[in-house]
Each structure stands twice: as structure tokens, then as C-alpha cells.
T-cell receptor
Framework: AQRVTQPEKLLSVFKGAPVELKCNYSYSGSPELFWYVQYSRQRLQLLLRHISRESIKGFTADLNKGETSFHLKKPFAQEEDSAMYYCALKQTGANNLFFGTGTRLTVIP | GAGVSQSPSNKVTEKGKDVELRCDPISGHTALYWYRQSLGQGLEFLIYFQGNSAPDKSGLPSDRFSAERTGGSVSTLTIQRTQQEDSAVYLC?????????????FGPGTRLTVL
């Protein structure tokens, strides 16, 4: 069965410091992985997806199949990055997402 | 264009009553999803509709939960004989369907409180 683990419920960093939000998954097939973000009083929205290999708002995430991880990183955190971050997995041939429990990031000015 | 909309935004009900939650997906999206966001539980998949195919109900937690999608557009999630543990935010999302890397667009959610 598939599973997405985000070990940190809360993470606080100072503005300008690097940030890494951890995500590990278990899935026997070839997964698609995503990071979704929910800013205060806003809807859940897609931040980035592994297949695009993109950098959004300075964030990147690399799929490491050996370690079954998809950690989200940003070299210099900004106050506007404070939000709830969810890692999500989609199984091959399926469409629904399996989410982790989320990490609330707080960037301290 | 308009995003996914959900109604009501808040619903307070008494234990044992039935509730209906509505979702209007983005026009043209063939796939529609329901998720539940409980405190400390993250987002839990409930049910998924894709076009005219039979829905994937594998995430529904009990037979008190059901959903339908009329005309391939609006969806209603029904919870019968509500229990206190049903209290959560119910999120609806829509997408263009089976697409590698496809983005799901979420609604604002319905906060359900069962007293």
C-alpha cells in the first residue's frame, strides 16, 4: 500500500535561512509526487511536481527513488513562505492523491 | 475563470442528522475528487469521479458516506446519521482527468461541525 510520511508537523526557520521540508513515501510502483501549499486563508494549491523538474518561488524538490524521498528545499526562506505544506503521491494509472499529514512552516522575521 | 466552488462554507449539525455538501468543479474538468481534512490527519481521499466511469469509492470511510455527480458536473457528498468524528473540512477538487503530472484545483472547503 502507498504511504506518504512528513515527519515534521511544525518547522520554524529564520528569514534568509535554508529550509528543507521532508517527505518520504512508500509505493511499489513508479510514483508521481507533488508538493501542495496552503497559505493562510487561501485554498490548497499546487506548488510543484517532480515530473516538471521546476523551481517555483525558489523551491525545488528532487525525487530520490533510492531513499524514497521527495524533500522540498529552498536556500533562503522568506516570510511569505509561511504556510502549510503537503507532500502528495499519485499512483500509476490513478488520479487521486495520497497526502502526507503536512508540515506547518513558520519563517521568523 | 471561476475556480472550484463549494457550499455551504460552514455547516453545523447535530449528531444523527444527514448533511449534503455541494461542489461545483471548474468547467471542462472531467475529474472530480472529494477529500477530508481532519485535525492532525492530513488530507484523506474519499471518492473520485472521472467522466462517465463508475466512481472510485475506495476512500469512503463507511456506508454512511455517499456521493454523486450529476451531468458530469456538480457533485454532492452526503453523510447520513452524522457522528462527531465526521467533523472536518471537506475539500473538493477537479482536474482535466488522467494526465501525467496533472494539477488538481481545490475548492475552499466546507467546514462541518457535528455537535
Amino acid at each position: 500500500a502507498q504511504r506518504v510520511t512528513q515527519p515534521e508537523k511544525l518547522l520554524s526557520v529564520f528569514k534568509g535561512a535554508p529550509v528543507e521540508l521532508k517527505c518520504n513515501y512508500s509505493y511499489s510502483g513508479s510514483p508521481e509526487l507533488f508538493w501542495y501549499v496552503q497559505y493562510s486563508r487561501q485554498r490548497l494549491q499546487l506548488l510543484l511536481r517532480h515530473i516538471s523538474r521546476e523551481s517555483i518561488k525558489g523551491f525545488t524538490a528532487d525525487l530520490n527513488k533510492g531513499e524514497t524521498s521527495f524533500h522540498l528545499k529552498k536556500p533562503f526562506a522568506q516570510e511569505e513562505d509561511s504556510a502549510m505544506y503537503y507532500c502528495a503521491l499519485k499512483q500509476t494509472g490513478a488520479n487521486n492523491l495520497f497526502f502526507g499529514t503536512g508540515t506547518r512552516l513558520t519563517v521568523i522575521p | 475563470g471561476a475556480g472550484v466552488s463549494q457550499s455551504p462554507s460552514n455547516k453545523v449539525t447535530e449528531k444523527g442528522k444527514d448533511v449534503e455538501l455541494r461542489c461545483d468543479p471548474i468547467s471542462g474538468h472531467t475529474a472530480l475528487y472529494w477529500y477530508r481534512q481532519s485535525l492532525g490527519q492530513g488530507l484523506e481521499f474519499l471518492i473520485y469521479f472521472q467522466g462517465n466511469s463508475a466512481p472510485d469509492k475506495s476512500g469512503l470511510p463507511s456506508d454512511r458516506f455517499s456521493a454523486e455527480r450529476t451531468g458530469g458536473s456538480v457533485s454532492t457528498l452526503t453523510i447520513q446519521r452524522t457522528q462527531q468524528e465526521d467533523s472536518a473540512v471537506y475539500l473538493c477538487a477537479s482536474s482535466f482527468g488522467l494526465a501525467v503530472g496533472g494539477e488538481q484545483f481545490f475548492g475552499p472547503g466546507t467546514r462541518l461541525t457535528v455537535l
